[in-house]
């Protein structure tokens, strides 16, 4: 694949200010929470499954050379533009991986190391690891590719512990632990966004914060929530109470999917902008085992409760359904050439089980 296409996988997901995404953690009395809003104009997605003991080989960044894994965990991901390029997910161990824009990312120079684009690379982590040091570590092993749009991530695991994952200057820079005193993240640098919300008073139960800056607005709101959840009784189911929040930060019509990942039971939940009826679905209904077949759900559909009978077997069709219609409803930002759609379409298809 040409290195265009490597570029525009990554760049249709977000535009700055006008399309913007918040994440966040909750760790309570052994409750382990994570919601995200994906914030863009397209609607169009899947939920797939994707299965342990598969070769993959990465698609070119046109920088540096591509890298080849088996998946050694299954997981369930989000995706607008084709299988194997989510934009965020939970495996069979409890990792959860989430993207948003940042707009004074730098990443690593070319170096030795094989590079991914930024959708691929929340893939390989899900596919490889099962905690955040883990993925923390793999920088000693892989990078994202210059040729991307600045991101930076929130991810946990089940352990309990969550991290932001952000490049400065061409170097990882990580907060966890003591230095992450605030577990969300919206689109500033988290150093800024934590010394903002340090200045407020976010356990006044005020969450009419008024920032000229959206992103910090949507950092404050989301952490007073969450230290009134961490320091008071509040008697709301955590799941229900992490959609409050979501709400409560939405882009209106912009916010396409609210999600909520429950990573002890290993449970999803999320509603979209089109429906919002809150569906879930469990790892134990998936077999992910390369064996047996991914299964893949539209999720735009009125359903509502529980929907593990809901999936279907991957297929061809699906896929290019999805990528199809969010390549179109993206055009308008970023095109897509055709040639790029059909390798969007194929790259599943380049994947085999290592038997």
């Given amino acids: 694949?040409?290195?265009?296409?490597?570029?525009?996988?990554?760049?249709?997901?977000?535009?700055?200010d006008a399309y913007a995404c918040t994440t966040f953690f909750i760790n309570k009395n052994g409750q382990l929470i994570f919601g995200r809003n994906y914030d863009w104009i397209s609607d169009a997605g899947m939920v797939t499954s994707n299965l342990r003991g598969l070769k993959?080989?990465?698609?070119?960044?046109?920088?540096?050379?591509?890298?080849?894994?088996?998946?050694?965990?299954?997981?369930?991901?989000?995706?607008?533009?084709?299988?194997?390029?989510?934009?965020?997910?939970m495996n069979e161990k409890g990792l959860v991986v989430e993207l948003m824009w940042e707009e004074q990312t730098e990443y690593p120079k070319t170096d030795n190391r094989p590079s991914l684009g930024v959708l691929q690379w929340i893939q390989y982590q899900l596919d490889s690891h099962s905690t955040i040091d883990e993925v923390i570590a793999s920088d000693n092993n892989v990078r994202i590719s210059r040729n991307n749009p600045p991101l930076h991530y929130l991810i946990a695991d089940a352990n309990g512990y969550a991290a932001t994952i952000e490049f400065y200057q061409g170097k990882i820079t990580v907060h966890k632990g003591n230095e992450l005193p605030f577990?969300?993240?919206?689109?500033?640098?988290?150093?800024?966004?934590?010394?903002?919300?340090?200045?407020?008073?976010?356990?006044?139960?005020?969450?009419?914060?008024?920032?000229?800056?959206?992103?910090?607005?949507?950092?404050?709101?989301?952490?007073?929530?969450?230290?009134?959840?961490?320091?008071?009784?509040?008697?709301?189911p955590l799941t229900g109470y992490a959609f409050d929040i979501l709400d409560k930060v939405t882009q209106g019509e912009f916010t396409k999917w609210s999600i909520v990942y429950d990573l002890v039971?290993?449970?999803?939940?999320?509603?979209?902008?089109?429906?919002?009826?809150?569906?879930?679905?469990?790892?134990?209904?998936?077999?992910?085992?390369?064996?047996?077949?991914?299964?893949?759900?539209?999720?735009?559909?009125?359903?509502?409760?529980?929907?593990?009978?809901?999936?279907?077997?991957?297929?061809?069709?699906?896929?290019?359904?999805?990528?199809?219609?969010?390549?179109?409803?993206?055009?308008?930002?970023?095109?897509?050439?055709?040639?790029?759609?059909?390798s969007l379409v194929a790259y599943p298809g380049t994947i085999k089980c290592k038997m």
């Fill in 1 to 16: 694949m040409k290195k265009g296409f490597a570029l525009n996988i990554c760049f249709l997901i977000f535009l700055v």
């Fill in 56 to 89: 993959k080989t990465s698609v070119s960044t046109g920088e540096g050379s591509s890298i080849s894994w088996i998946s050694k965990y299954g997981s369930m991901t989000f995706n607008q533009y084709g299988k194997e390029f989510p934009t965020g997910g």
């Fill in 183 to 236: 577990p969300v993240l919206t689109n500033n640098p988290y150093e800024q966004s934590a010394k903002t919300a340090k200045n407020a008073n976010i356990l006044s139960g005020d969450t009419t914060f008024s920032f000229r800056d959206n992103s910090l607005q949507r950092f404050i709101k989301a952490c007073s929530m969450v230290q009134q959840y961490q320091q008071k009784e509040i008697a709301k």
């Fill in 265 to 342: 039971h290993k449970k999803i939940y999320f509603k979209t902008e089109r429906y919002r009826g809150i569906k879930s679905f469990s790892f134990n209904s998936f077999d992910f085992d390369c064996s047996s077949k991914a299964r893949v759900l539209d999720m735009n559909q009125s359903l509502e409760g529980d929907i593990d009978k809901s999936f279907i077997p991957f297929n061809d069709k699906i896929n290019r359904s999805i990528v199809e219609k969010a390549v179109a409803e993206s055009k308008s930002q970023v095109p897509i050439s055709d040639k790029e759609k059909e």
